[in-house]
């Protein structure tokens, strides 16, 4: 028999940032921690058809799905905290509801009706709900955007339209919206949420629950400021303030029984959550016995939620070591103009080096600084994907000899393309969606480090780059001692390489962050962290928490 999914529809008010991912994410463990079965769909409101294009300083990172889609990074959250294995029908924009529903028209669906936002996009919206929502108990569908944004508005009349469409009980709406806390009042003001919760009732939609994001739990006589004029039942509203990390949200919503609320007004009936593994991440959290410090040399540095995913995984690989991992973000772009010394000043307190992936010539021979400092002071190293390539060209210039060295993007004329266009590449006409996206397999050699860490030989990771490592320099490359430990099944393709008798020197084309959690960290990220560790025992410095 088929399940009669129940929907949950988080939207935001006041200001963007307010966690609505983190939140939805949250609440999406609570619940699968109670043996339900959830999913995700995150719907954007921008006219881009997806984020792939998009700057990251602009919009955070692009999260990739396994079957390759380039998607939101709120996304990565749900994979995160859930089991849940999202792909393109998970995340929708306001470009791609266009783009369908006038592909339809110019193929004549319509039957030459006029086409208009109310009912074709809307109607198309609701399709989405259905088709990101299959197979489930919970469908929780985050929106982007706040209320009163002239984008969003197709996508809260959709919601509007399907809750009436739907049996009583069947779909809840959570709105996450600010109490803030004004200092110099020493008040916490509620009329930031008033407003945000008139201007979603006047679209037609009643929260049923209130999510209050701020500094400072909710006391009773806010509650019921906010329960008189919002509508809300007391009961429903819940305090959503800043926590210590976002992995104690779910222990913190169940302390004040969000889960259970939800399932009473859902009308479910499931067994007592299981918050076991999320509470000794809370503790590790909170009493680490060892810290390391990490250098982050990338181009988007400006904006951390560039690398939101690597970051995490960074993170996830010191719970797994009991250890706290301070980063340092160090622009590459400014590495380029600094003499020896002052490369020593910058790097020289790192436990270890990560360079991440990136687009375009900017900030790269910053990048090979980095990585040249790594490997020449025998720091713990790991490139992902335009760091691998960076990795590669480094090592031919420096220790190969080839001074020309580079990747055909930016030097399409270098002697020595070490990475470049593979033919069946070499003719692109648009940006969008023509990369090597999503899972690939790859096989590891045996002996090789990166197969000791894994503990297997065959494995898949994601991917998201367009060149690759030029097959005609890998006899050389490997006489000069690079050890290409993972390929494609075929051997035509370099996923990996590492440099024996380094520490710990590994680079990846493939961006092994998206499948890391904070209560299953990846291999690499574990293994990366505790090589780090034992870096800064060799070097004699002392090792706890607040070092």
């Known amino acids: ?128 709900f259905t088709e990101g929502s299959q197979d489930c108990d919970v469908a929780i569908i985050e929106t982007g955007g706040t209320v009163g944004d002239i984008e969003s508005l197709p996508f809260l009349e959709a919601i509007r339209q399907f809750r009436g469409k739907q049996n009583r009980g069947d779909v809840l709406n959570i709105h996450v919206t600010l109490v803030p806390y004004i200092k110099t009042a020493d008040e916490l003001k509620t009329k930031p949420s008033q407003h945000s919760v008139a201007a979603l009732r006047q679209i037609g939609i009643q929260p049923d629950i209130l999510l209050c994001r701020g500094e400072r739990d909710l006391p009773l006589d806010i509650r019921r400021k906010l329960a008189l004029f919002c509508n809300v039942p007391e009961d429903c509203i819940f305090g959503a303030r800043d926590v210590e990390s976002i992995y ?110 990136g687009f375009g010539v900017r900030g790269t021979e910053g990048k090979i600084r980095a990585i040249e400092y790594a490997r020449t002071h025998n720091v713990p190293f790991f490139g992902i994907c335009l760091g691998m390539q960076m990795a590669l060209v480094e090592y031919a210039r420096h220790v190969c000899g080839w001074s020309d060295a580079n990747s055909s993007e930016f030097y399409p004329d270098t002697p020595h393309p070490v990475i470049h266009l593979m033919a069946s590449q070499e003719i692109v006409t648009e940006k969008g969606g023509t990369m090597r996206l999503g899972a690939y397999p790859c096989c590891l050699a045996d002996g090789s480090h990166a197969r000791e860490i894994y503990g297997k030989r065959e494995i898949s990771e994601r991917h998201r780059h367009r060149y690759e490592v030029n097959a005609a320099l890998r006899p050389e490359l490997e006489k000069a001692g690079i050890l290409f430990s993972g390929t494609s099944p075929d051997d035509t393709l370099v996923e990996l390489f590492e440099l024996p008798g380094h520490p710990w020197y590994i680079a990846t084309q493939f961006h092994p962050e998206y499948q890391s959690k904070p209560t299953a960290a990846h291999p690499l990220f574990a293994s990366f962290i505790q090589a780090a560790i034992l870096q800064q025992t060799k070097n004699g410095m002392r090792i706890g928490s607040g070092t």
């Not at 079965?37 to 719907?43: A, D, G, I, M, S």
């Not at 999260?63 to 929708?92: I, P, S």
């Not at 009308?267 to 299981?274: G, L, V």
């Open 248 to 357: 104690m949200m779910p222990t913190y919503f169940h302390s004040q029984n969000l889960d259970g609320k939800i399932c009473e007004l859902l009308n479910i009936w499931s067994k007592d959550p299981d918050l076991e593994p999320w509470e000794h991440i809370c503790d590790t959290i909170r009493n680490p016995s060892k810290e390391v410090r990490i250098a982050l040399v990338g181009k988007y540095v400006k904006l951390h939620e560039s690398y939101k995913s690597l970051i995490e995984a960074l993170n996830h690989g010191g719970y797994a070591n009991d250890c706290k991992v301070c980063l340092d973000y160090i622009d590459s772009e400014e590495l380029e103009s600094m003499n020896e010394g002052e490369i020593e000043d910058v790097l020289g307190n790192a436990d270890g080096i990560l360079v991440p992936g």
């Open 1 to 128: 028999m088929a399940r009669s999914t129940k929907y949950i529809f988080v939207t935001g008010g006041v200001i963007s940032s307010l966690g609505k991912g983190i939140s939805a994410a949250a609440i999406g463990a609570l619940l699968e921690s109670r043996g339900l079965r959830v999913n995700f769909l995150k719907l954007d409101p921008y006219i881009n058809v997806d984020p792939g294009t998009m700057n990251p300083l602009q919009h955070g990172e692009v999260y990739v799905t396994e079957d390759g889609a380039e998607t939101d990074m709120d996304l990565g959250h749900y994979e995160r905290f859930t089991h849940t294995r999202t792909r393109q029908a998970n995340n929708c924009t306001a470009g791609r509801i266009y783009y369908r529903v006038i592909t339809k028209e110019r193929h004549g669906d319509y039957l030459g009706g006029t086409v208009q936002v109310i009912p074709h996009i809307t109607d198309e919206i609701q399709l989405v």
